[in-house]
């Protein structure tokens, strides 16, 4: 089976699973964003019902979740496995939804690389015969993030202009053996990349260097290029990450310019919403993949995509013990048909 | 390939993969306890020449990966893929190693189950036929812990007689598509359960239905009794958690009394060591597993173990907000030859 591998970090899918439904919820602030449409569900209110935001987080997330298994026609008994995590100490959103939705659960950290981290686990657990159908999740929540990462908001301490703002938002992605596509052709993993950048409120540019180094991989190991993809889609640099992201990948020999779009430059309006560099968050991907690329794919918008969803792997403890940002991108690659190569 | 899947959660390995080599690090009051002839490395300080905590716990991590490599008779380059988490936020111990060992990475977070979930999706994705060796690896470390998740040491709070002590240890697990064993023949993923304990100082009690969760369903999947082991090991659950879970599993129709130990109990000499109802910590399983399990295999005093880490899903938030305490539990049956019904 040694064929599945190609290269250090690539393998390809050798009965492609199948994207068989996708499930997304975003807070207000999203749904006033240029990609409001494409949302399933918009929230009025970020506590969701809730009295603390971090409940409101893990219950978007099990909504995504539950929403995603409803519109695949399964029960919860019928998911094999749920592939979940986020940005909260310990992911306690994904854990105590995992609690009421009774699924067997792998816990993943991926910081807002999770949404590409648990597609590849769970395409790869389908692949390999372990599982008939996976739900995939993360979430995030732009008040319980503050409160944790930086400062909480009460104590209204200004954002610096590269900030990124992170996204209230979750979304869900059940996988099947069977199903009329999208596919999950090929995944590239990532290895943890630190290029020195120690200032936690720019994370745009600290996770340049993973994303570079893992779409590089992912056009060495499978001989594509950008040309070959309608979409290669980062998730989160933001505005100013997404200008060096283009410089760079230049420098190594791709101009992915005319297919390339940031999944946090993408879902707020920068110029009306006050969001200064744009989105980030394991909810940004979550949320573009499962409303924006799920929708256009079915209706035929686009067919090849390379999702490279990026993480920052630092904590709050790290950044204050003077330690750097390393940071970490896994790619998927979503085709409506099975593809070329594969 | 569904003959893969037995039942809800547990799953046949069709090509058990071998664990090939282990590593395990210990701090220094482990070293004094019972078990330490079995361990690879005994610090002299908790430091372990590092300014922080944190950073001497990464570092032991890092260190067991290597060392674990090292014995296999492989490089770094030779590893498809390191699967780890472990206690801290953001699980940066994980991250910071696998910084430096540049192998493609998965960040998992499972708490205390952290050893086993990291072999489980190991076996699995060696087993699919995605890598030929990988390596899983959790760590913890008492210091950091306590500091993180109740009182900082400095401020000398006193500890309740059912606390459990953090192990300070790190332990490495190389799996490969091929070699002597023993193998990983099945696995059995847990879901997270919660019957309202709400003490974060009782953490054994709350795993406790996790672990009786997984193990019965173990049983009932691959037709197993308590007999076919050597022996069946959960971790951490400690001294008041293993007397549970006997009463537990005896009303579950499974008399496992002479097979069962627990890593928690078996880490400290409670008696001698103040450790209270012993052992508890990402770190605790993976010493043990590594050390101690890994060398009466190879001697053949052990031939036939389930591993069953538990792992407690809480976070200092969710303790502050009122909630209950999840916890999940993973199993890997782990044989020196490929045994009955696999």
């Not at 409120?201 to 993809?229: C, K, L, Q, S, W």
């Not at 690329?293 to 090849?304: C, D, I, P, R, Y």
């Amino acid at each position: 089976m040694a064929s599945k591998r190609l290269g250090k970090q690539t393998l390809k899918l050798s009965s492609p699973p199948s994207m068989i439904s996708n499930a997304c919820i975003v807070g207000p602030k999203e749904g006033e964003g240029p990609l409001a449409q494409f949302f399933d569900e918009i929230l009025k209110d970020d506590y969701f019902g809730e009295d603390s935001w971090e409940k409101a987080e893990s219950k978007m997330l099990k909504e995504a979740v539950k929403n995603a298994i409803k519109a695949s026609g399964r029960s919860n008994a019928n998911i094999n496995f749920m592939f979940a995590g986020d940005l909260l100490n310990q992911i306690v959103s994904s854990s105590f939804a995992a609690r009421e939705l009774q699924i067997p659960f792998f816990g993943l950290y991926g910081a807002c690389s999770t949404m590409a981290e648990s597609i590849c686990m769970g395409a790869m657990i389908i692949d390999g015969g372990f599982g008939e159908a996976v739900v995939c999740a993360t979430s995030s929540h732009f008040s319980s993030a503050e409160r944790q990462y930086r400062f909480p908001l009460e104590q209204g301490v200004q954002r610096p202009p590269f900030a990124q703002w992170t996204v209230t938002g979750a979304g869900a992605t059940v996988l099947a053996e069977s199903g009329n596509g999208p596919y999950i052709t090929y995944v590239t993993i990532g290895k943890v990349m630190d290029f020195g950048i120690k200032d936690a409120n720019n994370m745009g540019a600290a996770m340049v260097p993973a994303a570079v180094d893992t779409i590089t991989a992912h056009f060495n190991e499978t001989g594509r290029t950008p040309a070959y993809y309608d979409l290669i889609l980062t998730g989160d640099l933001g505005n100013i990450g997404k200008e060096i992201m283009l410089d760079m990948m230049q420098k190594e020999g791709f101009d992915i310019k005319s297919v390339y779009n940031d999944c946090g430059s993408m879902v707020f309006d920068g110029a009306k919403q006050d969001t200064h560099a744009g989105g980030s968050g394991c909810g940004c991907s979550a949320a573009i993949l499962n409303g924006y690329v799920a929708k256009e794919m079915k209706k035929g918008n686009l067919n090849k995509v390379l999702l490279v969803a990026t993480g920052a792997l630092l904590s709050p403890t790290t950044s204050w013990q003077g330690e750097s940002i390393p940071s970490i991108a896994h790619a998927v690659a979503i085709e409506k048909t099975i593809g070329e190569g594969t």
